[in-house]
């Protein structure tokens, strides 16, 4: 299923890149949902990093911070380093 639908993401995407002032309807949700994001009204949640509008413009695209955390913090073996 996953792969029957990235041609069409893809699709998609390529129209945006293509035509920036001429986004058509439900593209931002859809990059959105790519990002592993979701469309809230106004606020994002507790946790959450506010992105890109939306399709509708009081929407904004909240993406979780757990992932970017994971990213920015360095691995430690639990030794003090002494």
Known sequence: MR????????SLLLVAVLFPG???PGIRNTICL????TCRLFFCHSGEKKRDICSDP???CCVS???EE????PKTDGRSGI
């Open 3 to 10: 792969q029957q639908l990235l041609p069409f993401f893809t």
């Open 22 to 24: 001429d986004v058509p």
């Open 34 to 37: 790519m990002q592993q994001g």
């Open 58 to 60: 009081w929407n904004r």
């Open 65 to 67: 911070n757990t992932d």
């Open 70 to 73: 994971g990213k920015e913090k």
